[in-house]
């Protein structure tokens, strides 16, 4: 087993990741671009803080980056104190962050050229589920690689597929996504049709969840769709804006038909526009009952 990892990233994700791997008992040195973030989780799980990113890719065999999006990303990995200056001969950088395909493999190409090996690993599952270690994690890059990276991955995930080379876990993880937005979508126009034809909601949601659809997301979303504004935002509203607009980018590129993602990123532009961005996706509920 790996006795460090670095984590590179201290948003809800990367946070829920450092205090994971510490309840195994694996050291984590932590860098996060705003270092009192950094210094919050470093004190709630007992991780050490690098003062760079290169730093935090230095501390181990393993480095896992969690970051927010292709910007955040580029920014963290390039320059002398960045991923990777840090990620030298025998280093696995194991990015979990939700980007364009394209710039997993152009941040692989940087990895590799300064001796380190990249994988894009990222996961399905909210901060819950990686307190849980069970995550779903898509691989992209070479099997020798993931199998260096599996002893820290299995603590957060139960399942790893490998999907292919660079790129492919990336374009997985926005086709996963695609279908969790739309599921998103589809449960708050569900409920409030319920609840304006005189269903109260949490009947609805108990019929939901006990139905043909009531499926995982239907399951783990049960709070936050039934409780708004009582259960901590697990994925912004913001943030979905961003995956679909990655979905719908990589669909012209592919030559993807996709009508129903094109509908849902113009719902959820309308909601970020009545100033709910901050807000978990779930609240698409509340902005469509304003609608009503």
């Not at 510490?22 to 470093?42: C, D, K, P």
């Not at 270690?133 to 399942?159: C, I, K, N, Y």
């Not at 996504?177 to 009947?203: D, I, K, M, T």
């Not at 912004?236 to 990589?250: E, F």
Request: glycine share 12%.
């Amino acid at each position: 087993m790996t006795d460090t990892v670095g984590v590179i990233g201290a948003g809800r994700m990367g946070a829920a990741m450092t205090a994971r791997l510490r309840s195994a008992g694996v050291e984590v040195v932590l860098w996060n671009r705003t270092a009192a973030r950094a210094a919050a989780v470093a004190a709630a799980t007992g991780a050490r803080v690098a003062a760079t990113a290169r730093g935090a890719a230095a501390a181990g065999p393993v480095v896992l980056v969690s970051l927010a999006d292709d910007a955040a990303c580029r920014a963290a990995y390039d320059g002398p104190d960045g991923i990777v200056a840090g990620a030298g001969p025998g280093t696995v950088v194991a990015d979990t962050s939700t980007v364009a395909p394209g710039t997993s493999i152009e941040l692989a190409a940087l990895v590799a050229a300064g001796g380190g090996a990249m994988l894009d690993t990222p996961v399905s599952g909210s901060v819950p589920v990686v307190e849980r270690g069970e995550l779903t994690v898509m691989a992209g890059g070479r099997v020798a690689v993931l199998d260096r990276a599996r002893p820290v991955l299995d603590l957060l995930a139960r399942q790893i597929f490998h999907v292919g080379e660079h790129g492919a876990g990336a374009t997985m993880k926005l086709a996963v996504n695609a279908l969790v937005h739309a599921l998103n979508q589809a449960v708050s126009e569900a409920l409030v049709l319920a609840e304006r034809s005189g269903v109260a909601r949490r009947a609805a949601y108990e019929v939901f969840a006990n139905s043909v659809a009531g499926g995982p997301f239907v399951q783990y979303k049960r709070a936050a769709f039934e409780r708004p504004g009582q259960t901590p935002v697990a994925f912004s509203l913001d943030l979905v804006g961003k995956d679909l607009d990655l979905i719908l980018d990589l669909a012209a590129r592919s030559g993807a038909s996709m009508p129903q993602a094109a509908a849902n990123r113009r719902a959820v532009a309308d909601a970020v526009a009545a100033g709910l961005g901050d807000e978990d996706m779930s609240v698409l509920a509340r902005y469509l009952r304003g609608l009503a």
